[in-house]
């Protein structure tokens, strides 16, 4: 079946540097996508979205660049800060209906 | 104060015992979804509820589960004989409607089944 997925399970930066987060995706259905901060505990927290129409969108701190072509989705944090650290998850919404389907996580984790 | 609150944030129950599990927005929505993510995996969509009715629902969703809206507020989810592989966060999470469609995501309850 088509899924969504993470490249890299853990991802390690160093306070202040700029954190690359990626994803890919095979249900060209999709129409809208978003990132989620998870902390330990917590339920997910909405960071930012795209829908399919556009190729990127810009947050506080944060970017979302989607490639349709490639099917890839990614999250770009910049300056990294230690209360960034978290399991960062990609979601996509068919157009069919409004169920998201998760990918796997990544773990950010950043040393001061 | 958050947007979705769910009760109890951790329950314990023993395999076979019924457990319901209870979701209350801040306001009046009409699309509810719960989710449900066993520990260490990826988060999972159960079921849809919109206008008091099933829209959509995944294949965990089996007929050991059911949702509903008891009192127009609350919603509900309802596992009538738990197992041990039930044990998991359950999120609810609704759709604020503003710009960005975003679902919002309560902080979930923790269902261990011994």
């Known amino acids: 079946g088509e899924s969504v997925g993470l490249h890299l399970p853990t991802l390690s930066v160093q306070e202040g540097d700029n954190s690359i987060i990626n994803c890919a995706y095979s249900n060209s259905a999709s129409d809208y996508f978003i990132w989620y901060k998870q902390e330990s505990g917590k339920g997910p927290q909405f960071i930012i979205d795209?829908?399919?129409?556009?190729d990127k969108r810009q947050g506080q701190r944060v970017t979302v660049l989607l490639n349709k072509t490639v099917k890839h989705l990614s999250l770009q944090i910049a300056a990294t800060q230690p209360g960034d650290s978290a399991v960062y998850f990609c979601a996509e919404r068919n157009n069919a209906g409004n169920m998201l389907t998760f990918g796997g996580g990544t773990r950010l984790m950043v040393k001061p | 104060e958050p947007e979705v609150t769910q009760t109890p944030s951790h329950q314990v129950t023993q395999m076979g015992q019924e457990v319901i599990l209870r979701c209350v927005p801040i306001?009046?929505?009409?699309?509810f979804y719960w989710y449900r993510q066993i520990l260490g995996q990826k988060v999972e969509f159960l079921v849809s509820?919109?206008?008091?009715?099933?829209?959509?629902k995944s294949e965990i969703f089996d007929d050991q589960f059911s949702v509903e809206r008891p009192d127009g507020s609350n919603f509900t989810l309802k596992i009538r004989s738990t197992k041990l592989e039930d044990s998991a966060m359950y999120f609810c999470?609704?759709?604020?409607?503003?710009?960005?469609?975003?679902?919002?995501f309560g902080s979930g309850t923790r269902l261990t089944v011994v």
């Open positions: 509820f919109y206008n008091n009715e099933i829209s959509e």
């Open positions: 999470a609704i759709i604020l409607g503003r710009i960005n469609y975003g679902y919002t």
């Open positions: 306001s009046n929505h009409l699309y």
């Open positions: 795209i829908r399919s129409n556009m």
